[in-house]
């Protein structure tokens, strides 16, 4: 569990929404520009718990490290704005429910954060919460799979796991983060998706 002060969730908050602002202004892709951030070893150590490679560095070098960088002038126009707001519900997220990156962005796609902008921004941050509780109906490895468009029997195939295991994982009947190590870098390897985002170390309320 990661546990930050408020001046440190103001930093992280501010390089997010740089980030995101930026490299829509410099005309990336919603695809590159996720795929860019969460696989970032900025975004990689925070996940491991390391809070000072971001608190530390300027928005400007982030971005730099992150995206090909191009040498003009930017200003964010307005940290409490849109992308301040989209860049806040991501690591409120990550931080409550331990999230990584990789997996915020299948779940709540940077295009979706957008959209959902006009008709949330104004109300309390548990309103998100409650967005992604809808989606997590049982684990993140089904909402992965559902995503991968996967069965049972498809990443049975693919790992050689035996379906009961599959299932059970699926639908939070066995503790995947008990998993053995080999087991989840198959399943892992299979999704094509870091290990540490198929765990979680709390319990979503299930249907």
């Known amino acids: 569990m990661i546990y930050l002060s408020d001046d440190y969730v103001e930093k992280y908050i501010e390089t997010l929404s740089y980030l995101l602002e930026r490299s829509i202004s410099e005309d990336y892709s919603f695809d590159v ?5 969460a696989y970032s070893t900025m975004i990689n150590e925070l996940e491991k718990s390391n ?3 971001i608190a530390f560095s300027s928005v400007e070098k982030n971005y ?3 995206f090909p960088y191009k040498d003009n002038e930017f200003f964010i126009s307005n940290i409490y704005g849109k992308y301040g707001w989209i860049a806040e519900c991501y690591i409120r997220l990550f931080l409550k429910f331990q999230i990584t990156f990789e997996v915020l962005f299948i779940l709540f ?6 959209d959902l902008y006009p008709l949330y921004h104004e109300m309390s941050f548990s309103h998100v919460d409650d967005l992604l509780k809808e989606k997590i ?3 993140y490895l089904d909402y992965i799979m559902k995503y991968k468009n996967l069965s049972n029997n498809d990443l ?4 050689g796991i035996p379906y009961g295991t599959i299932n059970a994982l699926r639908y939070a009947k ?5 998993l053995e190590a080999q087991s989840l870098l198959k399943i892992s390897q299979a999704l094509s998706i870091k290990m540490e985002s198929l765990l979680t170390s709390i319990n979503l309320k299930t249907k």
């Open 137 to 139: 109906t049982h684990s």
């Open 33 to 37: 520009i996720e795929k860019s951030i």
């Open 156 to 159: 049975v195939i693919m790992t």
């Open 64 to 66: 730099k490290d992150i």
């Open 51 to 53: 809070i000072t490679l």
């Open 174 to 178: 066995r503790d995947i983060n008990k």
């Open 109 to 114: 796609p940077f295009k979706e954060m957008i």
